[in-house]
C-alpha cells in the first residue's frame, strides 16, 4: 500500500470527536514507512483539520464529499460546486417537507437563525448520545459554531443571487426518517445531483463529481499513486464511492451493513481504534 484515505465521523474519531493516540501513533508509524495519508471527509475543511491538528498531524484533506481537496499546504487543489439552479430546488423541497438544512458554501456555513439550528443540533445529539446530559448535549452544539464558520440568513433567496457564491454541499437534517425519504423521492431522478448521507437522520446533496471515489483518484493519480495502491476506511453511504473504488476497502465494526458488504475487510469500531488495528494489520502483512 502507498496511500491511505480514511473518512473521520464514525471511522477515525472515535465518539467524543478525537484522534485516539492510538490512531494517531498507527497513521505515523505508516508515513515514516513512506506510506502517504489524506482525510476524507463530509466536514468543512476548518472543520476537518481542528481534530486533526490537535494530535500534531497535517495531510491533504479531501472535504465536503469530494466538493473540495486541499493540499497539504492548504492550497485548493479541486473543487466541484453545485449548480444553483438544483440548489434552489433542494431549497424548495426541503421547505415544503419541512426539513431542516444548511448550505456549505466558499464563504462558510449558512444557516437561517441561530435558535432553530440550536434546536436542531440538541435534538440530532440527543438521538445520537441518548447516554450524555443536556448540559453535555448543550456544550456539544455549541461546539459546531467552534468547529464552522456558521452565519445566519433571514432568506435563502439573498444567497443565492451573490454573484460570488459557491454552493458546495446542502445537508439535511430529520429525526422523521419518512420526511428525509420523501425528499430524497423527488430528487433521486436529477442527473446534476449526487446523494448520499453520513447517518439515518441525514441526506448530503453535491455535484456528481463531488464524491469521495472521485476526488480520492484525482489526488492519488497527482502523487502518482494507482487506486490499487490505496487502502481506504469508511462507515457510512458518503464513503461508498472511495471504499468500491481503493485496492483494499475496511469498514469500521460500527459501519452499516450495506457498507461492510461493499468491503473486503472489516476493521474494528471507531471507538475500540479500529484504524490503528486495520493501519497495523496493513503493515504486518507489508513487512512480510
Known amino acids: 500500500m502507498k496511500l491511505i484515505a480514511t473518512d473521520l465521523d464514525g471511522t477515525l474519531l472515535n465518539k467524543k470527536g478525537e484522534v485516539s493516540a492510538e490512531n494517531a501513533k498507527a497513521i505515523r508509524m505508516a508515513m515514516d514507512r513512506g506510506i502517504k495519508f489524506v482525510v476524507a471527509t463530509g466536514r468543512?475543511?476548518?472543520?476537518?483539520?481542528?481534530?486533526?491538528?490537535?494530535?500534531?498531524?497535517?495531510?491533504?484533506?479531501?472535504?465536503?464529499?469530494?466538493?473540495?481537496?486541499?493540499?497539504?499546504?492548504?492550497?485548493?487543489?479541486?473543487?466541484?460546486?453545485?449548480d444553483l439552479t438544483v440548489s434552489r430546488k433542494i431549497q424548495a423541497i426541503c421547505r415544503k417537507e419541512d426539513v431542516y438544512f444548511e448550505l456549505f458554501t466558499n464563504n462558510g456555513v449558512y444557516s437561517t437563525n441561530r435558535e432553530h439550528f440550536m434546536e436542531v443540533m440538541v435534538d440530532i445529539l440527543t438521538s445520537t448520545h441518548p447516554n450524555s446530559s443536556e448540559a453535555e448535549i448543550r456544550i456539544a452544539a455549541e461546539q459546531r459554531f467552534q468547529?464552522?464558520?456558521?452565519?445566519?440568513?433571514?432568506?435563502?433567496?439573498?444567497?443565492?443571487?451573490?454573484?460570488?457564491?459557491?454552493?458546495?454541499?446542502?445537508?439535511?437534517?430529520?429525526?422523521?426518517?419518512?420526511?428525509?425519504?420523501?425528499?430524497?423521492?423527488?430528487?433521486?431522478?436529477?442527473?446534476?445531483?449526487?446523494?448520499?448521507?453520513?447517518?439515518?437522520?441525514?441526506?448530503?446533496?453535491?455535484?456528481?463529481?463531488?464524491?469521495?471515489?472521485?476526488?480520492?483518484?484525482?489526488?492519488?493519480d497527482s502523487m502518482g499513486v494507482r487506486m490499487e495502491d490505496v487502502m481506504a476506511l469508511g462507515d457510512n453511504f458518503n464513503d461508498a464511492s472511495m471504499l468500491q473504488m481503493a485496492g483494499i476497502g475496511v469498514a469500521m465494526g460500527n459501519a452499516v451493513d450495506e457498507i461492510k458488504e461493499l468491503c473486503s475487510h472489516t476493521t474494528k469500531?471507531?471507538?475500540?481504534?479500529?484504524?490503528?488495528?486495520?493501519?497495523?494489520?496493513?503493515?504486518?502483512?507489508?513487512?512480510l
Open 269 to 287: 469500531s471507531n471507538n475500540d481504534h479500529g484504524v490503528a488495528f486495520a493501519i497495523e494489520q496493513m503493515l504486518k502483512k507489508v513487512s
Open 147 to 220: 468547529n464552522e464558520r456558521v452565519q445566519f440568513v433571514h432568506n435563502y433567496d439573498d444567497l443565492f443571487s451573490m454573484d460570488d457564491i459557491e454552493i458546495y454541499k446542502i445537508l439535511a437534517f430529520s429525526l422523521e426518517k419518512g420526511k428525509l425519504s420523501n425528499v430524497r423521492s423527488q430528487l433521486d431522478k436529477e442527473t446534476e445531483l449526487a446523494i448520499t448521507s453520513s447517518g439515518d437522520i441525514n441526506l448530503e446533496f453535491n455535484h456528481p463529481d463531488a464524491q469521495k471515489g472521485i476526488a480520492l483518484a484525482n489526488l492519488a
Open 44 to 82: 468543512s475543511y476548518d472543520a476537518a483539520s481542528k481534530p486533526l491538528q490537535e494530535v500534531g498531524l497535517s495531510c491533504p484533506i479531501i472535504c465536503l464529499n469530494g466538493a473540495n481537496t486541499y493540499s497539504l499546504n492548504k492550497e485548493l487543489l479541486r473543487n466541484a460546486p453545485m
